[in-house]
């Protein structure tokens, strides 16, 4: 049973929105650090943002600073990532990530990932 499921991805044309949510499944995730990464087409996996336990510790990628906001609603054991501004450059398959060891951490990687949602933008 994957622990982490993703929804909420398609396909939007650029400067358009999108709303990404991952659940966890069959366990709960209290205390770990959630985040997001993606992977685009010929490209390697990289870090998107990343939430703390707490709510306190927001990190983002350059990249998607400004544009991205991650939240969490720890009673629905759910993450969520607003994407606005969508560009080209945004295309790849989301994933998310649970980390035990914090945020910082899981900037380099994770003990939980789920199977990924893809997101497209035309330009």
């Known amino acids: 049973q994957v622990p982490l499921v993703e929804t909420g991805g398609g396909l939007v044309q650029a400067g358009g929105s999108l709303i990404l949510a991952c659940t966890a499944s069959?366990?709960?995730?209290?205390?770990?650090?959630m985040g997001w990464f993606r992977q685009a087409p010929g490209k390697e996996r990289e870090f998107v943002a990343v939430?703390?336990?707490?709510?306190?510790?927001?990190l983002y990628a350059d990249s998607v600073k400004g544009r991205f906001t991650i939240s969490r609603d720890t009673a629905k054991n759910t993450i969520y990532l607003q994407m606005n501004n969508l560009k080209p450059g945004d295309t790849a398959v989301y994933y998310c990530a649970a980390d035990s060891r914090g945020a910082d951490t899981l900037r380099l990687g994770a003990d939980y990932w789920g199977q990924g949602t893809p997101v497209a933008v035309s330009s």
């Open positions: 069959g366990r709960t995730f209290t205390g770990y650090a």
């Open positions: 939430i703390s336990w707490s709510g306190s510790v927001l």
